[in-house]
Each structure stands twice: as C-alpha cells, then as structure tokens.
C-alpha cells in the first residue's frame, strides 16, 4: 500500500506545480500546436553545452583503458574533486582542497546528503521564501522541518527575521544565490549580516548552525552583477552545486558539496556527507561525468541570451501592467499576481493557462500572490506571449 504521506503528497497542487504544468503543456501544445502556447513552466536551460564540454564527452567516450567503469571511493574520483576545489578557490578566494570536495549526483542530492549528515529527525532548516520548492521534501526525506522566513518586499534577505527564526532544533540555514525563483543576488552586505547572525547565534547557544549556499547559477548573472563568496565570513559554510544550468548539462546529474577548508568539523562533515551520500541508493557520482566535468568545468558560455531574453520579457510584462523585481541572475522573473486577484496564484495561473501561457504559482516556492515565469524559451515564445499576458491580466478588471 502506498504511504498515507506519499498519497497526500501527489495530490497537493503545490507540491509539484511546476512538473504539473510541463505535462500539461505537453498536452496544450499536442492540441493547439507548439507554437500557440507559451511555455514557461520549466527552467530547463536551452543553451548548448559548450565546446570544450563535447570534446571532453569525446575524449572519455574513447577511453577503453581497463577499469575506466569501475567503482571508485564514494566521494569521487581525486582528480575530479582536486578540479573542483580549484574552481571553489577561484570562486571563494580562499585555499580549497581536494578533502573538502564529495562529488554527487547533481545539487538535488548535494543538498539532500548535505541535510542529512547534520539533522536528527524534528530538528530544523531555516530558508528565506521564495525558495526552490524541493527544499521541503529534502528536510522530510531525513526527518527533519523546513522552516521559511519571509524575505523583504524585493526579496533580500530579512536578517532580522531569520535571527528570529532561529532555535535550538536549527541545524543548517540554506541561501539560494541567484535565486530560484526570484533571479536575486544577495549582496556582500546581506551575507555579512547574516554570517554575523549565525555567528553570535552560535557563540550564545553552543551549536553553530550550517550556512548551505545552493549555488547552481552562479555564474548566470547580469549587469555587471556578482555572487559575493561566504568562505571568509563563516567557517560552518558549504557550498552545495551542479553543472546543470552553467554548461547546460542538466540529463547528466553531476553536481558536488565543498565544505569550508576553515571547519573545525571539516573531516567529520566530509566522512558524514560521504556516508549520507551512498546509503542515499546513488554510491556514488557518474564515473563517466566526473571525468568530463574535470576536464572542462571551466569552458566559457556565453550568457547574453539569456539577458536579452530577459529583457524581452520585462517589456512583456510592462505592457500587460504586471509588476516584478528586476532580475540579477539565473532566468527567472518572479512575478506579482496582478491585484484584481488578491494574492490568489493559483486562480491567476488558471487564467493564464486559459490563455496558453504555463507558469508556475508562486505558493509552490513559498510565497503566494506570486507567479515565476522560466524564460529560457525561445524569444519567439517570450515575444508572441505580448497578448495573451496583456489578457490574462486585465481579465480580472
């Protein structure tokens, strides 16, 4: 028999709105035709990977050396996870090691093992909202509570709110930088505030809690704009990652936790996060991606279109009279549902829907009265949806 939790689960709109509306694009688009709906439910990423990635696919492909396929330690090759503590050095500005890197299968299971080798089960995870909806189900899966915390009006963060939120069950804050959904970077500034926080949190009570930086979309970002690191303002900081939505490579599911060179519990955290990782069911990450990601981590995309992209919408949404925050990064807009609607979501993204557009309600990341729109789709899509928005929203009028 099915699990009571389970049956709850896929019957609750919110849980997976956002796979929710992929398949019944899929079915609006076999009946209308593909180019009649405007699909942006998914941020499935529509760049090519780049060069340097395929000829890496090529040159492991034609390795047939003996034991090519072969296990190897469950935290990963030590060639891959050296790559990858260089990349954190770069990023960070800070001296990474190898020790400090567990390969894993995509950011999903980086964050999940990551939850899992610091929470008992009812102990919690703090996370400011809007956040990536799976969040919720990766505290459950080990025990353990997600517990929100509002952010401001333009979606930075609320430091004053998390200190709020903070208890002696808080196990791990988790910070999504640029965000999913809401495209924010938060500021030097915003993470220095907020590692004060958790510091002082730590010093009065004993227990410091661990700053999980969710960072797949590090490197999507507009205007000049930049992802300020976390290793030099808390020592119980980990980064957790993919390569998903940078090279484009989301099918192959490589992703990796790095753990701050400066923790006391470095080795601890690793040996757990190791442990958590394989009794997880993935032993360990795709031998045949941790060899390519080691040799071309960092190829060199080329952005623009998503900018472009993004501007394209933001004129979309002026015209229909939508309201939104400016984008930093990543290829979301998390929009206002427009006021005829009160903070209704839901009802907004059936009207939409009635005019062919796919979104996702903003409750599934936390936050009603919002809707997120994925615009790594065709400009065409993006351009020919000027209309239908301005319908949708002045439908309720």
Request: charged share 25%; aromatic share 10%; proline share 6%.
């Amino acid at each position: 028999m099915i699990s009571e939790y389970f049956k709850n689960l896929m019957t609750d709109k919110n849980a997976s709105a956002i796979r929710k509306m992929f398949e019944e694009g899929k079915i609006l688009k076999a009946k209308y035709g593909e180019d009649k709906v405007y699909d942006f439910s998914l941020g499935n990423p529509d760049l090519e990977p780049p060069k340097e990635v395929l000829d890496a696919i090529k040159e492991v492909a034609a390795d047939t050396s003996k034991g090519a396929h072969a296990y190897m330690s469950n935290a990963g090759y030590d060639e891959c996870r050296a790559a990858m503590a260089q990349k954190e050095s770069q990023e960070q500005g800070v001296p990474v090691d190898a020790s400090c890197v567990v390969m894993t299968v995509g950011a999903a299971s980086a964050i999940s093992s990551a939850i899992k080798a610091l929470i008992m089960p009812g102990e919690e995870v703090v996370v400011p909202a809007p956040f990536f909806a799976e969040y919720t189900h990766y505290a459950h899966n080990h025990g353990g509570v997600l517990r929100p915390v509002p952010t401001k009006k333009d979606f930075s963060l609320d430091i004053e709110a998390i200190k709020a939120a903070l208890n002696k069950k808080t196990v791990a804050v988790i910070i999504n930088s640029p965000n999913n959904p809401t495209g924010k970077i938060y500021s030097a500034a915003e993470i220095r505030a907020l590692c004060s926080a958790l510091k002082e949190f730590g010093k009065e009570g004993g227990r410091y809690p661990y700053l999980i930086c969710d960072e797949p979309y590090r490197a999507i970002v507009y205007d000049g704009a930049e992802v300020p690191p976390v290793f030099p303002e808390y020592e119980y900081t980990v980064i957790v990652t993919s390569f998903a939505k940078n090279l484009s490579v989301p099918g192959e599911r490589i992703g990796y936790i790095c753990v701050n060179p400066a923790n006391p519990e470095k080795s601890e955290f690793v040996a757990a996060a190791t442990m958590a990782f394989r009794i997880s069911g993935c032993v360990n990450a795709p031998a045949f991606f941790q060899k390519v990601i080691a040799k071309s981590w960092n190829a060199k995309v080329d952005y623009s279109s998503y900018l472009k992209r993004r501007d394209l919408l933001m004129d979309v949404l002026d015209n229909a009279g939508i309201e939104y925050e400016k984008p930093q990064g990543a290829f979301y807009i998390f929009a206002k549902v427009p006021a005829a609607f009160g903070d209704d979501d839901a009802a907004f993204v059936e009207v939409l829907e009635k005019n062919l557009i796919l979104c996702a309600p903003g409750s599934g990341f936390g936050m009603k009265g919002y809707f997120r729109i994925a615009y790594c789709v065709p400009e065409k899509t993006i351009v020919n949806s000027r209309e239908a928005f301005f319908k949708a929203a002045h439908s309720g009028n």
